[in-house]
């Protein structure tokens, strides 16, 4: 049961194109929305979070949209650079007694050619 | 500033062998994880630790022990490897969520396992 479902698995952009990973939950107890990237032969790094009271947040190049009502949220890498490439997770959080309980996508492997 | 350190980085195991994944944080976090990462699904919780003396199954625990030896360290032990548990392992940890919190994870760069 994917209750974090994520898509493209794959995406290739240009350099100073637009990346875009859409992302989308079903248990609305869910309070915390972040997206963890990851370089080869490295774990997880949280990248950008939003809340679902927040229907945008914007840090840099990085862009979360947030729907609520949809239930579904996207990441946009705006003026994509190779320096872009790895995979990216969106995720969702329920708090539950002090720890995260967090439910991961499959992920995308972004691409940025020159 | 070291975060999450994970040990060893690689290891190839024979079917039936055991061995123990090591863990541990520096960053006074109350809670720590164990995922696995397989292509095409993602991290999938295995166990975790809400606080120290705790422990509780994850999403896919069979096969899997953990033992949460202080505040810092959080191991995980296969008794009987098996060639389905070829997977990259990471350590997770995190603050204490009050209300409302949005401290995120921070995960260890990886334990690469192959069992043949």
């Known amino acids: 049961q994917q209750q974090v479902k994520q898509s493209p698995q794959s995406l290739i952009v240009q350099k100073g194109g637009i990346s875009i990973i859409n992302c989308a939950y079903e248990?609305?107890?869910?309070?915390?929305f972040p997206w963890y990237q990851q370089f080869p032969g490295k774990g997880p790094a949280l990248l950008i979070a939003i809340r679902p009271d927040v229907s945008e947040k914007k840090e840099g190049r990085f862009t979360i949209s947030f729907n609520k009502s949809a239930k579904q949220f996207s990441l946009h890498i705006m003026d994509s650079q190779p320096g872009d490439s790895a995979t990216y997770f969106c995720?969702?959080?329920?708090?539950?007694?002090?720890?995260?309980?967090?439910?991961f996508g499959i992920g995308t492997k972004l691409q940025v050619i020159p | 500033n070291a975060g999450v350190t994970q040990t060893p980085k690689f290891q190839v195991l024979k079917t039936g062998q055991s061995m123990t994944l090591q863990c541990a944080q520096d960053?006074?976090?109350?809670?720590m994880y164990w995922y696995r990462q397989d292509p095409g699904m993602g991290l999938r919780l295995i166990y975790y630790s809400a606080s120290e003396g705790t422990t509780d199954k994850g999403e896919v625990p069979n096969g899997y022990n953990v033992s949460r030896l202080n505040k810092r360290e959080f191991s995980l032990r296969l008794e009987s490897a098996a060639p389905s548990q070829t997977s990259v392992y990471f350590c997770?940890?995190?603050?204490?969520?009050?209300?409302?919190?949005?401290?995120?994870?921070?995960f260890g760069d990886g334990t690469r396992l192959s069992i043949l």
């Open positions: 960053m006074n976090h109350n809670s």
């Open positions: 248990n609305t107890a869910f309070d915390y």
């Open positions: 995720a969702a959080r329920r708090n539950s007694g002090g720890y995260q309980k967090v439910t």
């Open positions: 997770a940890s995190s603050a204490r969520q009050g209300p409302g919190g949005n401290q995120p994870q921070h």
